[in-house]
């Protein structure tokens, strides 16, 4: 065994860490049993947070070999073996992101991703005879394995398998195995009487995964000839069953870990009516674990789904008052951040915060700051009454703090006083932040405000420049601040002086430096944006940027173009590459809306990623407009 693991020359060969030295090692102590820190070395350098390298598929034979080593855990090499066979190219995944992207760096990377997959691929014989192995662990973790890999020839040894397994989570494993390979031998629908209960739940799933996909080939070969009584029945079981499986389904290789009820959930996607009668019968269990992990279950339905939204509020707010505090903080947490959905719970939330004392980690303090949220005017009392008190907690304070302004007036006496006094760091920067938000009201605080450019310049020129010719009394400190080294403040204070004193060479001057030299480029533009067309001076300097290998620089070029010249006939074809339903893509929507119909170019991208998305909609409503 491992006879030839020093015969590659793993100093030539590259891991998340640089040269892979250290693989041989690490191998050699799965072998020997060595497997808690053997594999925590491995998964971060040979697979590191999911993506692959050149040394991963040279390591992937010897890992194969493991797996007749008697010390070995088989299981958890297995798991191993599978999370190298589905690993991701980094800039793949990362690059729109990261906005760089080194094509012959992604070249080789994805070489590698193929390189691994073929790698574990090869190993199927071992994957197969382990179907027959003594641990029901390794077995069940086999058929996972063989599933990832696309074997579509372990199709007859699974079905065999299922037949005689004696052990529940080996079942169950199988049952997802075959769905998972197109096995279209109705097995799951079958399994949905099972006598162990972790069958019942795996066939469910997997009954209601395959209608899912339904429109697709496959799906479509999964569903031929089930009644849509089999979906029913997949949902009853998942009702009543699901409670009795909270200790065993994380331990299924496809959970990954999951809770029963998170897992099982998951696997209805959009199909929120479903997933909320499931959360609403799991949250009444007598077990406060199964209720817990039921709310912990609970995903915030998107805005487009309204009427799911609107019927989760009340299993929420029944959540409230259970007697497990975790649960109850939960159900608060989720409710603020519904926002104003949320309404109808205002009463209970309040009852909540009323009760109990807001402290860092209690329900009373998430049910305060889903108040503060709905902008409920009992909360800003309450808020007052932390920020006057002799100690402030921070915790709690700097929860809601991002959503105070002009609905609490009593708070911003108590904020205002705080400026100076605040702890330097995230708490004094959310009292900055808030007072800004005031607007008209906080002229007062300026003086305040402008005496901390000292200590938190990148907040205090951010605010200073919300303020606009309220902070003009700031404006010297503002142009002192167009010399910082810091380029986030030297760019917030020409956006400032711009804002505050109408203020446009010397901003200008700043902004030509920084995009000229590279120096912030990206947050350059995006400041220049905001001049409109008092920026067109420095427009001659976008278009050579449209072609960027930065994608941010690219496209906030693109939007900076059109604010400041107008001239859509140039800025929309810059703008197209970007209409993604990634970050930098949401500027890019709202610019072609604001542009209206001279985008009709972007019509096709924005109606193929739209979906539910209000944002999308909206810019297609604008550009079809007459």
Same mark, same amino acid.
């Given at each position: 065994?491992?006879?030839?693991?020093?015969?590659?020359?793993?100093?030539?060969?590259?891991?998340?860490?640089?040269?892979?030295?250290?693989?041989?090692?690490?191998?050699?102590?799965?072998?020997?049993?060595?497997?808690?820190?053997?594999?925590?070395?491995?998964?971060?350098?040979?697979?590191?947070?999911?993506?692959?390298?050149?040394?991963?598929?040279?390591?992937?034979?010897?890992?194969?070999?493991?797996?007749?080593?008697?010390?070995?855990?088989?299981?958890?090499?297995?798991?191993?073996?599978?999370?190298?066979?589905?690993?991701?190219?980094?800039?793949?995944?990362?690059?729109?992101?990261?906005?760089?992207?080194?094509?012959?760096?992604?070249?080789?990377?994805?070489?590698?991703?193929?390189?691994?997959?073929?790698?574990?691929?090869?190993?199927?014989?071992?994957?197969?005879?382990?179907?027959?192995?003594?641990?029901?662990?390794?077995?069940?973790?086999?058929?996972?394995?063989?599933?990832?890999?696309?074997?579509? /020839?372990?199709?007859?040894?699974?079905?065999?398998?299922?037949?005689?397994?004696?052990?529940?989570?080996?079942?169950?494993?199988?049952?997802?195995?075959?769905?998972?390979?197109?096995?279209?031998?109705?097995?799951?629908?079958?399994?949905?009487?099972?006598?162990?209960?972790?069958?019942?739940?795996?066939?469910?799933?997997?009954?209601?995964?395959?209608?899912?996909?339904?429109?697709?080939?496959?799906?479509?070969?999964?569903?031929?000839?089930?009644?849509?009584?089999?979906?029913?029945?997949?949902?009853?079981?998942?009702?009543?069953?699901?409670?009795s499986t909270v200790d065993d389904v994380p331990a299924l290789p496809w959970a990954d870990g999951a809770d029963a009820a998170a897992w099982t959930t998951g696997a209805l996607g959009d199909r929120w009516a479903d997933r909320i009668r499931l959360v609403d019968a799991w949250t009444r269990h007598p077990d406060a674990e199964v209720r817990r992990i039921a709310a912990y279950a609970i995903v915030r339905p998107p805005e487009a789904h309204r009427p799911a939204v609107d019927a989760l509020v009340p299993v929420l707010q029944r959540l409230l008052a259970d007697e497990d505090e975790r649960t109850r903080g939960w159900a608060a947490q989720l409710l603020a951040d519904l926002g104003a959905p949320a309404a109808p719970a205002a009463d209970v939330l309040w009852d909540l915060v009323s009760r109990e004392r807001p402290t860092e980690g209690a329900a009373a303090a998430q049910a305060l700051r889903a108040l503060c949220h709905l902008r409920d005017p009992r909360a800003d009392a309450k808020v007052a009454e932390l920020l006057s008190g002799s100690t402030v907690d921070w915790g709690v304070v700097g929860s809601v703090l991002p959503f105070l302004g002009p609905w609490a007036p009593r708070c911003l006496a108590p904020l205002t006083s705080l400026i100076g006094t605040a702890p330097t760091?995230?708490?004094?920067?959310?009292?900055?932040?808030?007072?800004?938000?005031?607007?008209? /009201?906080?002229?007062?605080?300026?003086?305040?405000?402008?005496?901390?450019?000292?200590?938190?310049?990148?907040?205090?020129?951010?605010?200073?420049?919300?303020?606009?010719?309220?902070?003009?009394?700031?404006?010297?400190?503002?142009?002192?601040?167009?010399?910082?080294?810091?380029?986030?403040?030297?760019?917030?204070?020409?956006?400032?002086?711009?804002?505050?004193?109408?203020?446009?060479?010397?901003?200008?001057?700043?902004?030509?430096?920084?995009?000229?030299?590279?120096?912030?480029?990206?947050?350059?533009?995006?400041?220049?944006?905001?001049?409109?067309?008092?920026?067109?001076?420095?427009?001659?300097?976008?278009?050579?940027?449209?072609?960027?290998?930065?994608?941010?620089?690219?496209?906030?070029?693109?939007?900076?173009?059109?604010?400041?010249?107008?001239?859509?006939?140039?800025?929309?074809?810059?703008?197209?590459?970007?209409?993604?339903?990634?970050?930098?893509?949401?500027?890019?929507?709202?610019?072609?809306?604001?542009?209206?119909?001279?985008?009709?170019?972007?019509?096709?991208?924005?109606?193929?990623?739209?979906? /539910?998305?209000?944002?999308?909609?909206?810019?297609?409503?604008?550009?079809?407009?007459?």
């Open positions: 065994m491992l006879e030839t693991l020093d015969d590659v020359d793993w100093a030539a060969l590259e891991h998340a860490y640089g040269e892979a030295t250290d693989v041989p090692e690490l191998i050699r102590a799965l072998a020997e049993g060595d497997t808690d820190d053997a594999l925590d070395e491995l998964y971060g350098n040979i697979w590191h947070q999911g993506t692959v390298y050149e040394a991963t598929a040279h390591a992937v034979p010897f890992l194969v070999e493991v797996l007749d080593a008697p010390a070995a855990d088989r299981a958890a090499v297995l798991i191993l073996l599978s999370h190298l066979a589905t690993g991701s190219s980094y800039l793949d995944v990362h690059g729109d992101l990261t906005g760089r992207v080194d094509r012959d760096r992604l070249a080789d990377e994805l070489a590698w991703v193929r390189a691994a997959r073929e790698a574990v691929l090869a190993g199927a014989p071992a994957y197969l005879r382990l179907l027959a192995d003594d641990d029901a662990d390794v077995r069940s973790t086999a058929a996972f394995v063989l599933a990832t890999c696309g074997v579509s /020839d372990a199709l007859p040894a699974l079905r065999e398998r299922l037949t005689r397994d004696g052990s529940g989570t080996v079942r169950a494993g199988l049952v997802l195995a075959l769905h998972a390979l197109g096995d279209g031998s109705g097995a799951a629908a079958a399994r949905l009487t099972d006598p162990d209960p972790l069958v019942r739940v795996a066939a469910a799933v997997t009954v209601i995964l395959g209608r899912r996909g339904a429109g697709t080939a496959k799906g479509a070969a999964d569903v031929a000839g089930r009644p849509e009584a089999d979906e029913a029945a997949a949902l009853d079981v998942l009702e009543r069953d699901v409670p760091g995230n708490a004094r920067i959310g009292v900055i932040d808030a007072v800004g938000r005031y607007g008209a /009201d906080a002229a007062h605080a300026v003086q305040a405000i402008r005496e901390q450019l000292p200590v938190q310049p990148h907040i205090v020129t951010q605010v200073l420049g919300d303020l606009g010719p309220l902070a003009v009394d700031a404006l010297p400190d503002l142009r002192d601040a167009l010399r910082y080294d810091n380029d986030y403040v030297r760019l917030n204070a020409a956006r400032a002086v711009y804002r505050v004193g109408d203020i446009v060479d010397e901003p200008l001057a700043v902004l030509r430096a920084d995009i000229v030299e590279d120096r912030a480029r990206s947050r350059a533009l995006e400041v220049l944006a905001e001049f409109g067309r008092h920026g067109a001076p420095l427009s001659d300097l976008l278009p050579p940027l449209f072609d960027s290998s930065d994608e941010w620089v690219s496209s906030r070029a693109a939007i900076a173009y059109w604010r400041v010249s107008g001239d859509a006939a140039t800025a929309v074809p810059a703008l197209l590459p970007h209409v993604v339903a990634l970050p930098r893509g949401v500027a890019v929507v709202r610019c072609l809306a604001e542009i209206g119909p001279p985008a009709a170019a972007a019509l096709p991208a924005l109606r193929a990623g739209a979906g /539910d998305d209000p944002l999308w909609n909206d810019a297609i409503a604008r550009i079809t407009s007459r």
